[in-house]
């Protein structure tokens, strides 16, 4: 049974409860990478201070089994955060936003969005990819099919959409989601 929130507890149990919600993608090295990982050769010191990145795409092509390839070294975007191998856990956040009123879909509000996630939840819920939509799939009783959002984000097939109260909305998702990604 958890806990009930109490005025008694230290910020050290806050962040171990913090901790135990986050979910983690810990991904260690196999014992033959581990094995290597000293490198005595000059050479691959200057090879590796010549261009980071390309050197370290490179050393995990060669010594690491992918089941989908990155496609992102690094992700010097938003200093002094950098990502290195941003796609290796599979997911990232998505989200679909329906504008209303007299705000427009654009940089800016997605600036905005990204901003007050950040300050409201934490940055690292901010999400990497804004889909515009005008309506999200929803069955005849209401209920949003959030399968068909994460396999629509991911590029997946969609299966059986024949519960949809508009199987419209699924195509229009598709193509604002494969706009978004160019």
């Known amino acids: ?71 992102t070294v690094l992700d010097d975007s938003n200093p002094p955060f950098y990502t290195w191998f941003d796609d290796v856990s599979g997911q990232a956040v998505v989200a679909y936003v329906t504008v209303v009123g007299e705000a427009e879909a654009g940089p800016g509000l997605a600036t905005d969005l990204r901003d007050y996630v950040g300050t409201r939840i934490g940055k690292f819920a901010r999400p990497k990819r804004l889909i515009w939509t005008g309506e999200l799939p929803k069955t005849r009783s209401g209920k949003i099919m959030r399968r068909l959002l994460r396999d629509i984000a991911e590029g997946r097939d969609l299966g059986d959409v024949t519960t949809l109260a508009d199987p419209t909305v699924v195509s229009a998702l598709q193509r604002a989601a494969a706009d978004g990604a160019k």
Not at 22 to 49: K, W
Not at 60 to 65: E, F, G, K, N, Y
């Open 1 to 71: 049974m958890p806990t009930p929130p109490s005025s008694n507890r230290t910020p050290s149990s806050l962040q171990e409860r913090i901790d135990q919600l986050q979910e983690v993608a810990a991904f260690p090295p196999p014992a033959e990478f581990a094995r290597n990982a000293q490198v005595t050769d000059p050479a691959v010191y200057d090879l590796a201070a010549a261009d980071q990145p390309a050197w370290w795409a490179e050393q995990v092509r060669s010594r690491l089994d992918w089941q989908t390839p990155f496609s």
